[in-house]
C-alpha cells in the first residue's frame, strides 16, 4: 500500500481528492502544504496530495512556492472537484462574531458572509477542516468548511450548498519523487517552472518558443523568487507531454534560454486531448528530423 499524505486535517477538500487519487492508499494529513510536500521528499510518505488551482481565486501559493523550492517533486495524477461549502457552528450557537476558513474558501463565500453573516469578522486557519477544528475548540464560532467535515467534527449546519460562483472547481494534483512518467494519453498536461534572467523580452522569448510550436497554456502565473525583490519564477501549464516531440523539442529550446524546473507530465482529469495545429504535431517534428538526418547523410532529401 502506497503512502500518501495529503493536506488536512481529516475532512478537507484535498483529502476528497485524495481519496479519487489514490483509492483504497493508505493516507496521512498534515498540517500545511508545505509539510505534506516535504513528508515526500524526506521518504516519509510515497506521494502527497495538494491543491493547485481554483477556478474562481486561482492558484495556490503555498503550492507553487512548495513545488518551486525544495528538492524537485513530480506531479503524476490531477483530479478536478466541484466546490461548494458548508458552515459550521457549535450546537446551539446563537452569536457568531468570527467565522474562520481557508483564504481560498473565505474568497469564494464573501458574498454569502457579507449577506448572511454581516458582523462576524472572517479569520485565515490553515484549512477549511482546521477552521472547524477551531470551532470544536472554541477559538472561532463558525467554519466555512468542506460539506463532508460534518462527519468528523461534533458541529452543526447553519448552512450548507454555498458558493458565490455556482459552478466553482478546485485542482488538485498528486506529486512524488522523480521517477518513471506516466504513459502519455494524448489528454495530458505538462508543468514547468522557468527562472529568466530580469533582461528586456526574457518572458516573451520563452513563451515564443511554445506559441511557435503552436503548444496551448493551460496557466500562468509568476511568483517572486523571495530573496531578490523584483525577480520572479514564472510557473507554466501547457497541453501536452514530455514524451512527445513536440513537447521534447520546446523544453529542450526553453532549457537553452533559461534555468528550468520539471513539474511533470500526467493525464488531465478533463481529458481534453492537445490542440494539435497543422505542421506542429509529433510525426511533424519526427518527419522534419528524419530529413536533417538525410540530408546529413547525403541523401537526396
Ligand atoms: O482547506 C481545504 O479544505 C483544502 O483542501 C483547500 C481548499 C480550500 C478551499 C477550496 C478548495 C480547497
Known sequence: MLRIAYFGPEGTFTEQAARALAPGEDLTPYETIRL???????????????????????????????LGGGSALVAVAEAVLPIRFSV???????????VASHPHALAQVREWLE?????????????????????VEGTYDAAVSAPVAIEHYPLEELATGIADVGDAQTRFLLVRRPGELP???????????????????????????????????????????????GEYRFFIDFEGHLAEPRIADALTALR?????????????????????EPGAGNQDFLDARAWVDAVLKGEDA
Open 115 to 135: 449577506a448572511n453573516l454581516p458582523h462576524a469578522t472572517a479569520v485565515a486557519a490553515s484549512s477549511t477542516a482546521a477552521a472547524a477544528v477551531g470551532v
Open 36 to 66: 505534506a510536500l516535504d513528508a515526500v521528499r524526506d521518504g516519509a510518505a510515497d506521494g502527497a496530495c495538494i491543491p493547485i488551482e481554483n477556478s474562481v481565486e486561482g492558484v495556490v501559493p503555498a503550492t507553487l512556492d512548495g
Open 183 to 229: 504513459e502519455p494519453t494524448g489528454a495530458d498536461r505538462t508543468s514547468i517552472v522557468a527562472a529568466a534572467e530580469n533582461r528586456t523580452g526574457t518572458l516573451a522569448q520563452l513563451l515564443s518558443e511554445l506559441a511557435g510550436r503552436a503548444i496551448n497554456l493551460t496557466r500562468l502565473d509568476a511568483r517572486p523568487v523571495r530573496d531578490s525583490f
Open 88 to 98: 459550521l457552528a457549535r450546537a446551539g450557537a446563537t452569536e457568531i462574531r468570527t
Open 256 to 276: 537553452r534560454r533559461c534555468h528550468l524546473r520539471f513539474l511533470g507530465s500526467h493525464p488531465r482529469a478533463d481529458q481534453l486531448p492537445a490542440t494539435i
